[in-house]
């Protein structure tokens, strides 16, 4: 089975640019999760959807960044303008309905705002 | 705020010995307890999940809880090259019914051959 699928895998863009990352979960997962990786920070959870419903967006950094989840098979995150500090590892997890809370990860956009 | 906390290492254990990673987490009402091991460049990848007090076992790796003491750690046994890596702790913190992670900043792990 395929795994969780993100694009692009790099992105290198100018500060004031539109970025618009994106994934597609394990397929039957009803949970979709954003995280940024950085070297000060570590692993930070920016939003999760449940049935396509933001369900916690308290992680999202400030309004230049939005999530979708359109269906069950996709997901957007954006970031208009984007700065130099936003610069990090995006990853995109996904984890099945029920209580369990085991997510797992795609292999990340590394993104570089110059 | 709800913390995870983890040595940043280097932590370096020769090949064939038991390799030990510690992790303490604040939020005394939190139920479930994750370990990813993460390659350099790489996805965090799950590797243990433990949810009630005492030890997991799944092959060479244990995973240890301690609610009382707040405190999970991961063993490792018979320490491989291959286990060279960052292992991230993660902690499920917030109401019943949430799923949020709260990730540690990771511990380096080293095994020298």
């Known amino acids: 089975d395929a795994g969780v699928i993100q694009s692009p895998r790099h992105e290198v863009t100018e500060m004031g640019q539109e970025v618009t990352l994106r994934c597609k979960p394990i397929s039957g997962h009803d949970y979709l999760f954003w995280y940024r990786q950085t070297m000060m920070r570590g692993l930070e959870l920016l939003i999760y959807?449940?049935?396509?419903?933001?369900?916690?967006d308290s992680g999202m950094p400030e309004d230049r960044f939005s999530a979708k989840m359109p269906n069950a098979s996709f997901s957007t995150l954006k970031i208009q303008p984007s700065e130099p500090r936003d610069s990090a590892v995006y990853f995109c997890?996904?984890?099945?309905?029920?209580?369990?809370?085991?997510?797992?990860f795609g292999p990340g956009t590394r993104l570089t705002v110059l | 705020q709800k913390e995870v906390e983890q040595n940043s290492g280097p932590l370096s254990v020769p090949e064939g010995a038991i390799a030990s990673l510690n992790c303490t987490y604040s939020d005394r009402g939190s139920q479930s307890f994750f370990w990813y091991r993460q390659y350099s460049g790489k996805s965090p990848e799950l590797i243990m999940f433990?949810?009630?007090?005492g030890d997991k076992e799944d092959g060479r790796f244990t995973a240890q809880l301690n609610k009382a003491s707040q405190y999970v750690s991961l063993l490792i046994r018979d320490s491989q090259p291959s286990d060279s890596a960052t292992y991230l702790c993660a902690v499920n913190i917030g109401t019943t019914g949430s799923y949020q992670l709260t990730f540690g900043k990771g511990t380096k792990l080293s095994v020298i051959p």
């Open positions: 433990i949810y009630s007090n």
């Open positions: 959807f449940n049935n396509n419903v933001p369900i916690d």
């Open positions: 997890a996904s984890k099945a309905g029920g209580s369990y809370n085991e997510q797992f």
